[in-house]
């Protein structure tokens, strides 16, 4: 199993940047792709990003490509979503999710959330 909590989230201004922290605790975490999703208000939740279990593949949604990094420390056991050039369409709450394989498959579903933390881009 493995429990995650996402941290950097907060209040920023258009074209800010934030950089957004996942401590994963398991054993198999170092073993599992990571993610990124996030549910703006009154929409769905939708995927992110996406990183393979070390580090050699990464997935964005169009929207984010160019403005979004995500990464990961396996050692702290850590994932990293950089987020820049922040727009309004941003704000949502993200979330930090693990995935039962360690390489991205396209349309699943990952195992385990995080509790989330909101980004809010408003000036």
């Known amino acids: 199993q493995v429990q995650m909590v996402e941290s950097g989230g907060g209040l920023v201004q258009p074209g800010g940047s934030l950089r957004l922290s996942c401590a994963a605790s398991?054993?198999?975490?170092?073993?599992?792709?990571m993610g990124w999703f996030r549910r703006a208000p009154t929409k769905e939740r939708e995927f992110v990003a996406a990183?393979?279990?070390?580090?050699?593949?990464?997935y964005y949604v169009d929207s984010v490509k160019g403005r979004f990094t995500i990464s990961r420390d396996n050692v702290k056991n850590l994932v990293y979503l950089q987020i820049n050039s922040l727009k309004p369409e941003d704000t949502a709450v993200y979330y930090c999710?693990?995935?039962?394989?360690?390489?991205?498959?396209?349309?699943?579903?990952?195992?385990?959330w995080g509790q989330g933390t909101q980004v809010t881009v408003s000036s």
């Open positions: 999710a693990a995935y039962s394989t360690s390489m991205v498959v396209a349309g699943a579903s990952p195992a385990y």
């Open positions: 398991g054993r198999s975490f170092s073993a599992r792709a």
């Open positions: 990183i393979s279990w070390n580090g050699g593949s990464t």
